[in-house]
């Protein structure tokens, strides 16, 4: 007589979840109560202090300086403007791409983002009561456009240089007083200087597809030289660079050294570093690209200029993007080191804001509330960056074709 | 004429095009680099600035408080910056090793089973990788290190002989002796032996045709050979004749020292005994704020443990007046921490809030208590340069006389009392005494932390400044690192691992026998990436205060104004790393590369 079987088991359900996935085995449901402590009680203490021990107020009060240090208050429309037409340009590249997007899944939070700060904004900083909210606005005005008209995305390059300009002048200013009056670079700091100095990253492409392409160059000249400025730049830390950069440059172009902002010098280190950076990422693409490739467009009577602008490089750059991108993470983190050359970028406000005469007041110091804060910030982009990366390797589908 | 005998124009011919561009590359190369050379020599000359290495010889004048090697204030600037370089190195070198470590127990956290374990895994590495190293060196600085206990005479105790506060960490330490020259022997014996017991390892498994592992023979003879020469370094030892021990009890410090022809010099690391029959200390009570919490009426005696002596007093060094106050002390943690008090209950211990002064509405500092300890006995190691230390007592009865002198002086301040001066005023002839014997060693000593008075003593301490850089790094690293074995074990082929459970190897088997040395293969050139990015993020220790080799340079760059010199000597030593680290990963690399046929 065949015995009846027991009943299968559940594969399903939150039951059935629960023993798999914590407590398959003696082993595993034991790690499980280590870890479960481990996470209650770091959990716990983090709680414990963002919501009773902290206090938060001397970060608060500080937003200014954290955003964009002494730029003075009546011009805060300027930047605000800059970042309302960044928006809108992103905007426009998500709007066209659709609403699934990669760039839209980069575009949406940094929406997000602003619109809390636009709430806030509107309820608490008077100031800046409707410039958030325009800079929103902006935003949403360029999505708008993008997908209503996705062709528009021909003219974005325009649309990218004429904000760099545009986005320089309003900042520096024109004027000596008035609505456009100048405002000395010594005072741009916080997040604005932070987002200013990532935008290091892209004169560094050019610079860096040159050096790749130089370094695979057949003179051995051209060849060796750039090895040997790829090789040094990347053998030394970005801190050392922006050292040297900071004492030398003034030295080497001849020129008095009040003449030459500490951010400019700084600018200059951080493209040249990102550069050499950036030219290792693109040699990896370039050896990525089948040689065949390339002896097909010379067969097929293209020039070499041709061959490499036209058929090599756009697939080279295509296979590292990723790469680019998590190099981009990396230089975005690495722009808070330029307090070596003495400038207030939105970490050393954190140094300045933590041992302010009301910080010193508070028993124990602020310095814990304020990097937290300033942590949290960081990773909000860094993070959101890293997940565009990852969505874009799977896209490509890099390493599977 | 057939195409092939074409003659090219020289002008389109590329090999000669080719050659013009370097040519031309050279000469632009040559007249902008000796533009800008120009420029900065010009620029020198008139900012009168060194531009040669020869201030490298100067005194530097620099305070450096975390040296490998002995050094100065006095020394030359070249060695400021070996000094420098060496602590680049000791981060460096212990970093690595930690963040791998942490780096692979997290990876492999990443692929557990365990849905909480991979999770708080995936939190750990994407939180530490998407924050800026500069603001994780800060954060283990000011935000976890430094709100410490603030005085280094209550730092936490942990078990291991371990001591934190926020001067640092100390633990314990083993330390080469005078007799370490005995064991040298032994050691080079233990080399040699271990070489042949390679060689003949091999050769016989070779012989054998078997395949099997070499090492365990090797490193076990080794192991035995300098194990019997270290134990017996310490049979038959002795104090010899001419080490000497000088301890003045009453400033609490000794030295110990080889005298030879009456001329002595320092003996490191000698373990003394010292006992103190009867001793008195005299400590202010103090108001403190420490870890974001007040801390009142706190009395902090050197860190004694209660088996260091067979009994304690303590009494208040004015009596009367505490008692008309009605001060009493309430132990946190006996014999070193206590706090004051006046007990308005009654019920004989320490409550909320009757710490509280009612007259000043702060915590009752100021207070002088004294202990008194009876018999009390400590064996210490000397360092380095031959110092020990002990906790500053005086003779019990010079302690209570100056009670009384003060106690007859009006109160003045309270907070800084009037003892010290008391007691010069009352300096009485019986010296503090105490009975001192060195100890015989071996070739080691096992030398311990201890807090006499305002510093550690003995063990191995570890600064504040080097703790927070380490961390940071560490951690920091270990984030990159976990992503890139949790990466390389993925990468490893499923049907390696089938196969592996099909031909019947168990999962520990499994694991270490076919996944890890083949997932090694991909781990260890991003792996020795990282450790020379952790060496190249160690130049940010300026912000956790740590004396690095780049902060070193850019405070002797400020002192001398050599900016060239200094950015030359800079980019060398950095190059020199960066080489060292290349160099181990093309050897890695070789070595891990798939023998194919």
Same mark, same amino acid.
């Given at each position: 007589m065949i015995q009846p079987r027991p009943a *299968? #088991?559940?594969?399903?359900?939150f039951r059935f979840w629960l023993r798999k996935n914590l407590f398959n085995g003696p082993f595993n449901t034991v790690l499980t109560f280590v870890a479960a402590v481990v996470v209650a009680w770091s959990l716990y203490n983090l709680a414990n202090f963002i919501f009773v021990e902290g206090s938060w107020g001397q970060v608060w009060r500080n937003m200014r300086l954290f955003g964009v240090y002494r730029y003075p208050v009546e011009y805060l429309w300027r930047p605000l403007l800059a970042l309302g037409i960044m928006l809108g340009l992103m905007g426009v590249m998500a709007g066209a791409g659709g609403r699934k997007s990669i760039v839209a899944g980069a575009f949406l939070p940094i929406q997000g983002f602003v619109a809390v700060v636009s709430i806030v904004a509107i309820l608490f900083w008077p100031s800046v009561r409707f410039l958030w909210p325009g800079a929103l606005v902006l935003g949403f005005l360029g999505y708008f456009i993008g997908s209503r008209? *996705?062709?528009? #995305?021909?003219y974005l390059p325009w649309g990218w240089g004429v904000w760099l300009v545009v986005g320089y002048l309003l900042l520096s200013g024109l004027t000596t007083g008035g609505t456009l009056g100048k405002v000395p670079v010594r005072d741009w700091g916080g997040f604005l200087l932070t987002l200013i100095l990532f935008t290091g990253i892209i004169p560094s492409f050019p610079i860096g597809i040159a050096l790749a392409l130089g370094r695979n160059s057949k003179l051995p000249v051209i060849k060796y030289f750039c090895i040997g400025f790829i090789e040094v730049v990347r053998g030394a830390p970005l801190i050392m660079w922006l050292f040297i950069a900071s004492l030398l440059l003034p030295l080497i172009l001849n020129v008095d050294a009040n003449s030459l902002p500490a951010i400019m010098r700084a600018y200059v280190a951080i493209t040249l570093f990102s550069a050499a950076y950036m030219a290792e990422n693109v040699r990896g693409g370039l050896q990525a690209v089948p040689r065949g490739q390339g002896e097909a467009a010379r067969a097929l009577g293209l020039s070499a200029w041709q061959t490499t602008l036209l058929i090599v490089l756009p697939q080279a750059l295509r296979a590292v993007i990723p790469a680019i991108v998590g190099q981009a993470i990396g230089l975005f983190k690495d722009t808070s080191l330029v307090f070596i050359v003495g400038l207030v970028d939105f970490f050393k406000v954190g140094d300045i804001v933590s041992v302010q005469p009301e910080a010193l007041l508070v028993t124990g110091g602020v310095k814990l509330e304020v990097f937290l804060f300033i942590a949290v910030i960081y990773f909000f982009f860094a993070y959101r960056m890293s997940i565009a990366s990852r969505q874009l390797e799977k896209r490509l589908g890099v390493g599977e074709r | 004429m057939s195409a092939s005998t074409a003659v090219v124009p020289f002008w389109r011919n590329v090999k000669i095009i080719g050659v013009i561009a370097q040519f031309v590359f050279v000469i632009a190369l040559v007249a902008g680099v000796g533009i800008l050379v120009n420029n900065v020599v010009t620029a020198l000359a008139k900012a009168n600035l $060194?531009?040669? +290495?020869? +201030?490298?010889?100067? %005194?530097?004048g620099i305070p450096i408080a975390e040296r490998a090697v002995p050094y100065q204030v006095t020394d030359t600037y070249a060695r400021a910056l070996l000094i420098g370089f060496l602590n680049t190195l000791k981060v460096a070198v212990v970093g690595v090793v930690l963040a791998t470590v942490i780096g692979v127990l997290m990876g492999v956290m990443r692929l557990s089973s365990n849905w909480l374990v991979r999770t708080m895994a995936s939190v750990y590495v994407e939180v530490l990788r998407n924050i800026p190293l500069a603001v994780q060196i800060v954060f283990w600085y000011s935000?976890?290190?430094? $709100? +410490? %206990? $603030?005085?280094?005479?209550d730092p936490i105790a942990l078990p291991g002989g371990l001591i934190m506060s926020n001067v640092g960490l100390a633990f314990p330490f083993l330390y080469p002796t005078y007799r370490f020259g005995v064991w040298v022997p032994y050691l080079i014996a233990a080399a040699v032996l271990a070489c042949v017991a390679w060689w003949w390892r091999r050769r016989a498994l070779a012989k054998a045709d078997r395949v099997g592992s070499v090492w365990p023979f090797p490193v076990v003879t080794f192991l035995v050979v300098a194990g019997l020469g270290l134990g017996l370094s310490y049979v038959g030892r002795s104090v010899p004749g001419d080490l000497t021990f000088t301890f003045e009890a009453d400033r609490g410090r000794g030295t110990t020292a080889f005298v030879v022809d009456g001329k002595s010099r320092p003996a490191a690391f000698v373990p003394v005994a010292i006992e103190i029959e009867k001793a008195s200390l005299t400590v202010s009570s103090q108001n403190l704020v420490e870890s974001r919490q007040d801390v009142r009426g706190s009395v902090r005696f050197p860190l004694i443990s209660e088996s260091e002596a067979d009994a304690f007093e303590f009494a208040f060094a004015d009596a009367e007046a505490a008692e008309e106050r009605g001060l009493q002390l309430s132990f946190d943690k006996y014999p070193s921490i206590a706090t004051i008090y006046v007990?308005?209950?009654?019920?004989?211990k320490l409550d909320a809030g009757e710490d509280v002064d009612p007259a000043t509405s702060r915590g009752y500092g100021g207070v002088d208590v004294v202990m008194t300890v009876t018999n009390f006995r400590r064996t210490l190691v000397s360092d380095r340069d031959g110092q020990v230390r002990t906790p500053t007592f005086k003779h019990a009865d010079d302690v209570a006389a100056a009670a009384v002198e003060e106690s007859a002086a009006p109160r003045a301040g309270t907070r800084f009392s009037a003892f010290g001066q008391a007691a010069t005023a009352t300096v009485s002839e019986s010296a503090l005494t105490a009975k001192t014997e060195i100890q015989p060693v071996g070739a080691l000593v096992f030398s311990r932390a201890y807090v006499p008075v305002s510093n550690y003593e003995g063990g191995m301490r570890l600064t504040v400044n080097y703790l927070a850089l380490l961390l940071a790094l560490v951690v920091y690293t270990s984030a990159f690192i976990a992503e890139i074995v949790r990466g390389g074990i993925l990468a490893v082929p499923k049907g390696q691992r089938e196969a592996a459970r099909a031909i019947g190897l168990s999962g520990t088997q499994t694991f270490s026998l076919i996944i890890f040395p083949q997932a090694m293969r991909i781990v260890l050139p991003p792996m020795i990436s990282q450790y020379l990015n952790l060496t190249k993020n160690s130049s940010l220790a300026s912000l956790a205060g740590y004396a690095e080799l780049f902060v070193i340079a850019s405070v002797v760059s400020n002192q001398t104004g050599a900016a060239i010199p200094i950015a030359l000597l800079l980019i060398g030593s950095y190059l020199v790393i960066s080489l060292a680290f290349s160099v181990v990963l093309n050897q890695v690399n070789a070595r891990l590369a798939l023998v194919e046929r």
């Open positions: *299968p #088991v559940k594969s399903h359900g008209w *996705p062709r528009s #995305v021909k | $060194p531009a040669d +290495f020869s +201030f490298l010889g100067k %005194p530097a935000a976890v290190l430094l $709100p +410490f %206990p $603030p005085r280094i005479s007990d308005t209950n009654g019920n004989g």
